[in-house]
């Protein structure tokens, strides 16, 4: 991706970094319209792969299985402020990336990920068998998605240190 401030580009680390943060980010679909359709997700990352849970039908689901390059947007700060004498600014952290996303149909890995995305989410949650019980319950009724990450960009621009 080609970014026009090449001062505020992050390499992979911090990209990385600020998506194990973050509990939620915003994907993007292409509807083979004019309007594209973006929603709200929440993501865990494993490797080089981002996982997330949904209904097993739907028009997400619809437009992925037709159109399945997508791109996702995470924040991990956004901070507007006001600089003396008279300069308004925002102050932000984020990561882009795109990617081709398929459903995961294997039960193991859908199991790892559900494991991995309630770890990170919920870890309080995850004591005695409270986890495999939940898993027993709804495996079946719960679609989990990937998206294999092909190209992330992280962007920040801080506060000048004083």
Not at 5 to 15: L, P
Not at 72 to 101: C, H, K, L, M, N
Not at 117 to 137: E, H, S, Y
């Amino acid at each position: 991706m080609e970014m026009r401030r090449k001062d505020r580009f992050r390499g992979e680390d911090f990209s990385l970094a600020l998506i194990d943060r973050c509990t939620h980010a915003v994907m993007a679909l292409t509807t083979g319209e004019e309007t594209p359709y973006c929603l709200p997700l929440s993501f865990v990352r494993v490797d080089r792969s981002l996982y997330f849970h949904c209904a097993r039908e739907g028009r997400k689901v619809d437009l992925m299985k037709a159109h399945p390059r997508v791109c996702v947007t995470f924040v991990g700060r956004d901070d507007p402020a006001f600089v003396e004498p008279s300069e308004y600014t925002t102050y932000f952290q984020s990561v882009i990336v795109t990617g081709t996303v398929h459903e995961v149909t294997d039960e193991s890995e859908k199991v790892l990920a559900l494991r991995a995305l309630c770890q990170k989410l919920t870890p309080q949650a995850m004591d005695g068998d409270r986890f495999q019980t939940a898993v027993d319950r709804s495996l079946k009724a719960t679609g989990v998605w990937c998206i294999h990450m092909e190209e992330l960009s992280g962007k920040e621009k801080a506060p000048k240190a004083l």
